[in-house]
């Protein structure tokens, strides 16, 4: 079920959020100073391609650094980045067989407010740790 959840979504909107977050880590991996936001943005496309099946856990090595960056992060991008998925998701939500995706939608969002300190894995492999 998780593969026709993800090619769906892939189809529909995952090609459009993570060109959108791919975009945005080209041009903060350009920008020498702004590399950490760069790869939390690759790590957000990806995620946003396939979201189906994995999740988003804390790093067991983050620290400091990664919460002074989520907070200039979450002023800066991650609140109208969450604002965007939560208008998408509840859109999504409007239907029944939309609920799914709008679930997506809300976790990647979520995912977004703070993105800097975080992995993001498989849900089997969360149940096996």
Known sequence: MRLVLNILWL???GWASALSFAIAALVMTILVVTIPFGIASWRLAVYSLWPFGRTVVPSPTAGTASTLGNVLWFVLAGVWIFLSHMGAA???CVTII???????????GLAALAPLGKQIV??????AL
């Open 90 to 92: 509840i859109a999504f």
């Open 122 to 127: 498989d849900t089997d492999r969360l149940v």
């Open 11 to 13: 189809v529909l909107v």
């Open 98 to 108: 939309g609920i799914p995706f709008g679930v997506a939608a809300f976790k990647i």
